[in-house]
């Protein structure tokens, strides 16, 4: 059995206290031990601020690109291994380690193309300069350097390879070392990543650490211009938010956490049209794929009344297709929950739901002897408005349909109920319809994913996460974001506003200047 080390200080260290055992979750087989602490987390933080930072602000975007690009090759070059490895760890079906995977090459590929787009620079402006006296000769330009920081990643457990490359895709670009640590029931992946990076040398010493288990005190030690980006459930979050060391020093803080996501069908979508077909798929899929382990994934289904049953009866017959079992053979398309606390929460989490509708289909009676296994499982709601289906996300195959008036006022008040999401999606074919539900659902929204018969062809599923788009959402979703190309790097940055002189401040820090050039999202 393997035992999963740490790599900080530039050298491998294993903790040994509070040791945790990785399994198998779909033979119950032990395939790791994780241990924490022994080490300090002052020192850990210090080697990041003062080696590595300094390393990477002696490299421009375009450099510091070519570094992301390198990673992503390093880290394809062990695609078939790392997919073994979420099989075995995370209990991925082949599709579901494929997607983690290679949306994690996909998204620093992404980065590094836009390093090279922004070019033999280090800092980035914000919008136009603009005259701030009587006459041009005072003058305004915002700018973005990079905060001489650390960044610390706290990841979730669902997309080991993603999650943390995504985030250092943006962190690395903008200049900024990382310390990682990855959620522990499926570290494996996670930490196969770690050990391809360190023995590619590709990036310079301090750039990047990784910490398994736990993080120990390391909270308590983050100054002013360090970051924390987590990404988790909301009350991890809420607890991480309120560490003393991050209020007293305003330490900035990204939280991903989690989120109700809904998806609505307007009573306009006839049941032949091509965007009820992409509703019926995209919310089956979102259920199953990663076994519902997706912070994207669709919990509640809005349907107005009328069309409930047939609509249950489409779903029910699309989740069917869906063959669930041992995710390494072959026509699987769905695997176990990750591990023993997820599977013991999730089925808890159905039970509370059902309490309050009926089961259509799935429910927690076992479907395999052995394994973390439930079966795709959708509730029909009595009441859409019960607080319970708005409160809860059960993080795994299950979703809740509730019935709706079909007046998009009324979608989007329930819908807002979430109090805050990553991701709703709505179908409909009456503009009319849609525009009058986003305007009302977008303030609660980080994205809002509006399918219908014209883009059904060409459109990418809603749970999908694009690096070029952010990913975040207020309230209960974390109220931050990440990615969306540019954007992404503003976390890592500080936004300054420059008064002075303007030929002196254009030259250096215009928007035109070779310094730092036109912002380019
Ligand atoms: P979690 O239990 O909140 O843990 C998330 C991370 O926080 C893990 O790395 C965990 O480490 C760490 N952690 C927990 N307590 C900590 C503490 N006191 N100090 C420092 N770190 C701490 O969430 P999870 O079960 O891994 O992930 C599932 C949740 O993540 C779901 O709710 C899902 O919706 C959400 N999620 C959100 C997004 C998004 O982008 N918004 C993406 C993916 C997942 P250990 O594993 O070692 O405990």
New binding site residues.
Partial sequence: MQTLSSHILGRWHTGTEKPVTLENPTTLAPLATVGSGGFDSKAVLAFAREKGGPALAALNFQERGKLLAALSGAIHEHRDELIQLALENGGNTRGDAKFDIDGATGTLMYYAGLGEKLGARTLLSDGEGLQLGRTARFWGQHVYTTRPGVALH??????PAW?MLEKMACALLAGMPVIE?????TALVAWRIAQIIVEKGILPAGVYQFVS???GDM?DHLGPQDVLA????????A??RGNANLIKHNVRVNI????LNAAVLAPDVDASSDAYGLFLSNVALDMTQKTGQK?TAVRRVFVPAERVKDVVADLVAQLGRTKVGDPSEKDVRMGPLASKSQFEEVKKGIERLAAHGTIATGGTDPIQPKGYFVAPTLIVAKDAQNPAFHAE?V?GPCAVVLPYSGDAVEAARLVNLGGGG?VCSVYGNDAEWTDRFVLLAAPWHGRIWIGSDKMAEQALPPGMVLPMMI??GPGR??GGDELGAERGLHFYMQRTALQGFKGAIEATFGDKSPATGTSGS
Avoid: M, Q, R, V
């Fill in positions: 706290i990841n979730a457990f669902n997309f999650g640590k990855p959620g522990t029931p288990g736990s993080l909270l987590f990404t988790g459930s909301s009350g991890t979050g607890n991480l991903e956490a989690d989120s912070c996300e993080f990553l990913h975040g979703a974390g």
